[in-house]
């Protein structure tokens, strides 16, 4: 996939405060109000839009007489992108991969399952959002899930 999304007119208002606001994008005093700030982000890329998004899967299915094994596997691969909205270098996240496996056994009929899973198999723990708090003098940012595994049965009644 291939997004090249741009805000065409992504301008707001901020309060004049003792600093600079904190951002990436242009600013002035705002023509209007001399106690605020006019920052204009327009013609930055959208806010959580990489350019280039990749995803594979595949999945095969075993018989084993009555009986059938089912492997699975996917990986996601995403560009740079920003994930926060003051464009900030620090919320430029570099290009990743995100990639997961899976492998289930039961019978034919489906009427019960046994299997085993692994997520994010590259344990890259990338910040995928960021929150800027109090005029930005303090920052969070939230990380991808850590690899996870785990076994999980099922039954249908």
Known sequence: QYLDAKYKCFVYLEPVGASPPLTGCDYRV???SMARYEIN????????SPKWTIN???QQTIKLGDYKV???????YKSKRYIGFQFLP??????TWTSNAQINFGPDDDRWSIGAFVRNIENDRFANASQLYNAGSSATYFRAAPRTYGLRAGMKF
């Open 56 to 58: 594979l899967g595949a």
């Open 41 to 48: 982000c327009s013609g930055k890329p959208s806010y959580q």
């Open 30 to 32: 705002s023509p209007d």
């Open 90 to 95: 620090e919320q430029l996240v570099g290009s």
């Open 70 to 76: 089912v492997a699975a596997a996917d990986t996601q």
